[in-house]
């Protein structure tokens, strides 16, 4: 995979946007930090899937493309 490193750093700071929801929560912040750490979590989650859509597709994966 070209962008396995790039990937799990993403995922790693989706996590960590997570964790800081789960916080967020329990302390009680205000609604609008809770919404701008969602809205970096979803910019995280496009990085991932843009990453993932540079990957070559292998021959399975082709093949299942075709088969749906």
Known sequence: ???????NQQ??????????CQRLVQ?????S???????????????IRSYIEQEPRDGYEQNSMINR
């Open 1 to 7: 995979m070209k962008y396995r490193d790039s990937i």
């Open 11 to 20: 995922i790693e700071l989706l996590e960590g946007k997570v964790r800081d």
């Open 27 to 31: 302390t009680q912040e205000p609604v």
């Open 33 to 47: 930090t809770y919404r701008k750490t969602i809205g970096e979590a979803l910019d995280l989650i496009d990085n």
